[in-house]
T-cell receptor, first 114, second 111 residues
Framework: DAGVIQSPRHEVTEMGQEVTLRCKPISGHNSLFWYRQTMMRGLELLIYFNNNVPIDDSGMPEDRFSAKMPNASFSTLKIQPSEPRDSAVYFC????????????FGPGTRLTVL | LAKTTQPISMDSYEGQEVNITCSHNNIATNDYITWYQQFPSQGPRFIIQGYKTKVTNEVASLFIPADRKSSTLSLPRVSLSDTAVYYCLVGEAGGYQKVTFGIGTKLQVIP
């Protein structure tokens, strides 16, 4: 299995632009997680999907952030408009259970907003 | 949510056994304990999970005392490649409670 796939690996954009991050979970996994990691706040859970349905989005920082999971093999995290404070590494993870079960993480997308 | 407390950093020489302890005083009856490892520029990697007593796999051992208010991740004979950040998480099995990674413990293995 190829593991969790994220794209792009690196994204540099200017403030105000729309950013879309993509994730393909491991086949057969029914839960998907989006995280954000920064030096200041560590690794934060943004949103958690189970069977393509958002279960907990309390970690989404504000309305500029949105996430979708149209099917079991694809999810997107969108930031519109982007701001410099959104600069971070965004990870996608998946597993066959909930947050308490071991998760498989993707390589991450390093986002830089200028 | 059960909060966890870990040392911020630890140093160890190559070949030694390393024990990282995590405190979770308000762990709930249905909570499991999970440990992850993260190398620089990579996503966290699941290491081990347990509920009570001792769990061992090819990478590490996890010791959980009877009161479950703490747990210890044991890495046998560490090498330079074990230099990473280690996270302790507590969460309810089968539930949808959000688990928090926290800051983790930065382990530096010294030659």
């Amino acid at each position: 299995d190829a593991g969790v796939i994220q794209s792009p690996r690196h994204e540099v954009t200017e403030m105000g632009q729309e950013v879309t991050l993509r994730c393909k979970p491991i086949s057969g996994h029914n839960s998907l997680f989006w995280y954000r990691q920064t030096m200041m706040r560590g690794l934060e859970l943004l949103i958690y999907f189970n069977n393509n349905v958002p279960i907990d989005d309390s970690g989404m920082p504000e309305d500029r952030f949105s996430a979708k999971m149209p099917n079991a093999s694809f999810s997107t995290l969108k930031i519109q408009p982007s701001e410099p404070r959104d600069s971070a590494v965004y990870f996608c993870a998946s597993n066959e259970g909930g947050p308490e079960v071991g998760q498989f993480f993707g390589p991450g997308t390093r986002l830089t907003v200028l | 949510l059960a909060k966890t407390t870990q040392p911020i950093s630890m140093d160890s020489y190559e070949g030694q056994e390393v024990n990282i302890t995590c405190s979770h005083n308000n762990i709930a009856t249905n909570d499991y304990i999970t440990w992850y490892q993260q190398f620089p520029s990579q996503g966290p990697r699941f290491i081990i999970q347990g509920y009570k007593t001792k769990v061992t796999n090819e990478v590490a051992s996890l010791f959980i005392p009877a009161d479950r208010k703490s747990s210890t991740l044991s890495l046998p004979r560490v090498s330079l490649s074990d230099t990473a950040v280690y996270y302790c998480l507590v969460g309810e099995a089968g539930g949808y409670q959000k688990v928090t990674f926290g800051i983790g413990t930065k382990l530096q293995v010294i030659p």
